[in-house]
């Protein structure tokens, strides 16, 4: 998931098509809990290589390490839900470094609540959304699976039911169980599993020269239909 969120936002940041194609530039900022600055500056090297880039031109890739600190931005108090002052730094930095897409990974890492409570899951997703107003803006949260077999997400359906799009990453497509078995090595498959905006579909996804590089090239989601053909 990391890696993924690492290669969409250089594409996005640079204009480099990956997924699909990208037409205009977009400032992007990911806080990336769970890394250190060598493990992000690893996995920049790969994909700078991949894409054909040079350092210079990330000038609108912003990449926070905040492995091993304090990431909680709102927490439970009281029984409610509250801001912390970390929060109010992260919109400063947002709003004055004009960021467009902010990723933040990962939920466990900023969600202080309870994430079974899907009126604090909605306030959260509330607040995040609101780090920007009066200009287009698109937070990513990225969130583990529950560990029970065949599972999406973890925790309330307010995670499901508080956003606008969500995407799943595993190694099967849509709707098909796992099965160690019949797993293909170095595969996963990214799937829209809800869009309000655009329709559901699937890409195969390869793990490869350390990235992930779509099967069938740039644009090619799969309807649910095409993994029975």
């Given amino acids: 998931k990391s890696l993924l969120m690492q290669q969409i936002c250089t594409s996005l940041a640079t204009g480099t098509e990956f997924l699909t194609p990208t037409p205009t530039r977009l400032r992007c900022m990911i806080w990336s809990c769970e890394d ?3 493990e992000i500056l690893r996995r920049q ?13 990330l000038g609108n890739l912003r990449i926070v ?11 439970q108090a009281r029984f409610r839900l509250v801001r912390t002052a970390l929060f109010e730094q992260l919109r400063e930095q947002v709003n004055d470094e004009k960021i467009d897409v902010l990723v933040l990974d990962n939920i466990s890492q900023v969600f202080g609540g309870v ?5 604090q899951v909605a306030s959260f997703v509330n607040d995040i959304s609101s780090l920007i107003v009066g200009r287009p803006f698109a937070p990513i949260l990225v969130g583990h699976v529950a560990r029970t077999l065949g599972s999406e997400f973890a925790g309330s359906a307010g995670w499901e039911n508080s956003v606008r799009m969500r995407w799943h990453l595993g190694s099967t497509p849509p709707g098909e169980m796992p099965d160690e078995d019949d797993r293909e090595d170095g595969v996963v498959y990214l799937s829209r599993r809800k869009a309000n905006y655009s329709p559901k579909g699937y890409l195969k996804l390869q793990f490869k020269e350390g990235v992930l590089t779509p099967f069938l090239g740039v644009g090619a989601f799969l309807s649910a239909q095409d993994k029975d053909d």
Avoid: K, Y
């Fill in 36 to 38: 250190d600055e060598n």
């Fill in 45 to 57: 090297v790969v994909i700078n290589q991949h894409f054909g880039l040079q350092t210079s031109e």
């Fill in 65 to 75: 390490p905040r492995g091993g600190r304090d990431n909680v931005l709102c927490g």
């Fill in 115 to 119: 994430s079974a409570d899907a009126h």
